[in-house]
């Protein structure tokens, strides 16, 4: 899928240099920071599922003990 993205000014400049001092293109920076940005939101949901859980069977996990 192709998109067209309005950045700011500043924000053009710090891709461009992170590209560079990665030796990447600034396509393949904001590729990266989109996949960090989805796992990090997988990750906090996992987490919170794994909490919610671990609440609704504490009082049978106690007993299993």
């Known amino acids: 899928m192709s998109m067209n993205v309005s950045l700011r000014g500043d924000q053009v400049d710090a891709l461009r240099r992170c590209a560079k001092r990665e030796g990447l293109e600034v396509h393949d ?6 996949d960090e940005y989805l796992g990090a939101a997988h990750r906090a949901m996992v987490r919170q599922t794994a ?3 671990a609440e ?3 009082e049978l996990m106690d007993r299993l003990k």
Do not use: P
């Open 29 to 34: 920076v904001v590729l990266l920071a989109v």
């Open 51 to 53: 909490q919610e859980q």
């Open 56 to 58: 609704k069977w504490r």
